[in-house]
């Protein structure tokens, strides 16, 4: 995973990185590292979150949400999310698409909100349960879309991410981080300002940020089960601690964007200022494709074969 850092990280954490450098560090709790084999990362991390935790939000009035998925915020919201990824990755294992990849990394990501949610991680549940039926929402339209053959209107990352599958031009790792980057740099924003970035109770910017330490907790399990299950290359170069703690650092780059980027959308007061955010949320998800694009180049051949072969494997 080195190459994710030195491809990435430059972009990516690019907001992250100019807060170390303006911000005193800040003391930080290891406490959500508890009982984690990784000792350098229980180390290392917290003070980053800590740091984060330290980049105030905007003050933005709490507004009602104006859409129709889960209105209600209760957890059947990620239950009916969770049925319909399995339903889709079943469909795309079938053929092997290279589609799969991120398929099944959501479908992880989303089984780790659902759980993290019931057990009172966050603390406003009804926010969590909305964003992700919201966040996956945009993900099925603009896949559904995509398999339409409807082309126009969709976000340039996308089109980068989406072209690669169905050419089986890049390796899975870079199937992986080209939906990521499109589904977190593009959608991302756009969800947060459409369910909203304030609640009656204050900001949900500690929730966004709560996150963070949970998903390293799924970098390495998700990547074993996609060497075994899709390509047998996606693991191949593994730098242990660093590896973790470098994705780690960029993950929380990208998120803090998110945040600013919507709070820009929610703040934009006209609609010719709103698209010159979506523009920029545009350059930074294209520009990032792009490197992706042209760095995890590969040929399908091996990976397909292994895919026929253990692709509809479970892990345990």
Known sequence: ????????????????????LALPAAPASAGDY?????PLRGLLLPPIDGLVALLAPLPIPATPYPGDVCVSGGDECIDEVVVRMEERLDRLVG?????????????RVTENVRDAVRSGFFEDRAWLNRVDAVFAEMYFDTTSRWEAGQRTGLPKA????????????????GNFLLAM???????????????????PDGSHKADHNRYNDRLDSLYVPVFTEMAARF??????????????????????????????????????RTPAARRLVQKEIELYSALQAQLIRSVFTARPAKRDAWCAEHGAAQPG
């Open 1 to 20: 995973m080195t190459r994710i850092t030195r491809a990435l990280a430059t972009v990516a954490a690019s907001a992250l990185a100019a807060a170390v």
């Open 34 to 38: 508890d009982g984690d084999p990784d």
């Open 95 to 107: 053929t092997c698409s290279h589609s799969a990849v991120f398929s099944l990394a959501y479908l």
């Open 158 to 173: 996308w089109q980068i991410a989406l072209k690669a599958e169905d050419d089986r031009a890049v390796s899975g790792l």
């Open 181 to 199: 980057n499109a589904h977190i740099n593009w959608d991302f924003p756009h969800v947060l300002a459409e369910v909203g970035l304030t609640g």
């Open 231 to 268: 390509d047998p290359t996606f693991d191949d170069i593994d730098l242990g601690t660093l590896d973790d703690i470098g994705v780690g650092v960029v993950m929380r780059g990208w998120r803090e964007m998110v945040w600013r980027h919507a709070e820009a959308l929610t703040l934009a």
